[in-house]
């Protein structure tokens, strides 16, 4: 009998590091992705780009200058800043900035961001959303910002990173980088979980 459970114990931990392992995996395959081309969609009512990462608020800039949507909002920008700064820093046109850019000042981490940018949608009453952020980052915010507004459909547009393509960054920061990324992600599918149960 003990023989038997410690057998059983076993194959339950081989099958768990091996689910683990094919996770990490799934979440690695990102850095090699390319942005998706939402060239062809249509009825998007808004884009929204958290900071904090490279190019990502150029990137949702960009698509704003070109008409994929008619209104974006910029997530987690500093207090001190404003349009015109942001005019300045993208090159672009200030009265494209002041029209159809909101920002929103108040977040300071992911599940931040995703509460701001629920309330604007929620405020806008938008249906159809273009989501930018780098693309280690982007598995994360969706995974939190579908729990906080459930009845929008998000379209992902991820920025690529260059961190596994940097010469001047070692394979054990990389894999460092990959692994913390990969454990915010983890945790964060935990934490919905364990709130969802926990109102259920």
């Known amino acids: 009998m003990l023989k038997s459970l410690k057998i059983i114990k076993k194959i339950a931990f081989i099958l768990c590091i091996f689910i683990l392992l094919v996770d990490i995996l799934g979440f690695v ?16 009512d808004g884009i929204v780009v958290f900071t904090g990462g490279e190019n990502r608020v150029k990137t949702a800039v960009e698509l704003l200058s070109v008409g994929i949507a008619n209104h974006l909002f910029i997530s987690g920008v500093n207090p001190g800043t404003n349009k015109y700064n942001i005019s300045k820093q993208m090159l672009s046109d200030f009265n494209l900035i002041d029209c159809c850019i909101d ?5 300071k981490n992911t599940f931040e961001n995703a509460l701001e940018t629920a309330s604007w949608i929620e405020e806008n009453e938008y249906k159809n959303i273009i989501i930018v952020t780098s693309d280690y980052h ?12 459930k009845s929008t459909n998000f379209f992902p547009h991820h920025v690529q990173s260059k961190i596994l393509n940097d010469m001047n960054i070692t394979k054990f920061e990389k894999l460092r980088i ?23």
């Not at 982007?138 to 507004?149: A, E, G, P, T, V």
């Open 29 to 44: 395959r990102i850095f090699k992705m390319s942005p998706s081309d939402i060239n062809q969609l249509s009825n998007i």
């Open 103 to 107: 920002l929103g000042r108040n977040a």
């Open 138 to 149: 982007m598995k994360r915010s969706l995974h939190i910002i579908k729990n906080f507004s």
């Open 178 to 200: 990959v692994l913390l990324e990969y454990s915010k992600y983890l945790y964060t599918r935990l934490r919905l979980l364990f709130e969802f149960n926990q109102v259920t």
